[in-house]
């Protein structure tokens, strides 16, 4: 069976969702002045850590349920993020809608579930996160990191392939008017979280959010404790 959706919905709102922070530009009611670039300088500042011990299995399995509403993860982000989300068998398993449009391009995007254009983006990536303080997280927070909303945006996929885990020193969108919802949405997971920036990642997102001084700082998100009944190695 399929169930279609059009964008109103009740899939995703302009405060959840990645879209809606680039639309807002975060000149809403509810933004304050300067929130995002203020909470840079709230970010410990230390070099990269190596790299060694990182695998994506020691953040869970992919696209775990942690907030138990019965769908995973990547769904539950693509039921968000895309419009004309159309189902199969039940409100879960999303097989076809539109990025309209993609964050990282400003282009429509389709995706079609097997022949999909579109990926999940961790917008802080999970071998960033392992060198810059993960890494000697508890299991349960690493899997919270994975799956969190806050930190996740559906993209389209050749620009994510070619972001790898870039940080904010080496990797934009190369749709300018998303670079400030873009940036702010790092700060603030790598605020939730604890994370660290190195000096030329603090130094860049100041560049990024001094030409928007009113980018909010998103918020909301999920725990930084996945259920107990999650693992990881």
């Known amino acids: 069976m399929l169930v279609l959706l059009g964008g109103a919905a009740g899939c995703k709102s302009d405060t959840d969702s990645g879209k809606g922070d680039a639309a807002s530009g975060g000149t809403g009611s509810a933004a304050k002045a300067g929130a995002a670039l203020a909470a840079v300088d709230s970010l410990a500042v230390k070099g990269r850590a190596p790299k060694t011990g990182y695998d994506r299995a020691r953040f869970g399995s992919p696209w775990a349920d942690t907030d138990s ?41 389709t995706f079609t579930r097997g022949r999909s254009r579109v990926d999940i983006d961790h917008v802080v990536a999970l071998s960033d996160a392992w060198q810059k303080g993960a890494g000697k997280w508890s299991p349960s927070k690493r899997i919270a990191l994975a799956n969190d909303p806050l930190n996740l945006l559906a993209v389209d996929a050749g620009p994510n392939r070619g972001k790898g885990d870039g940080d904010t020193a080496t990797w ?37 959010l001094s030409r928007c001084p009113q980018e909010k700082l998103p918020g909301g998100g999920s725990p930084t404790e996945a259920p107990g009944r999650f693992r990881a190695r």
């Open 69 to 109: 509403n019965g769908c995973g993860t990547r769904d539950d982000i693509l039921k968000r993020d895309l419009d004309g989300v159309r189902f199969r068998g039940g409100d879960c398993t999303v097989v076809s809608g539109r990025l309209a449009p993609d964050p990282y391009t400003g282009k429509d995007v």
């Open 172 to 208: 934009l969108p190369a749709n300018k008017p998303y670079r400030c919802a873009y940036v702010a949405r790092q700060v603030a997971v790598k605020k939730k979280y604890g994370l660290w920036v190195t000096g030329a990642e603090r130094d860049a997102m100041r560049r990024v």
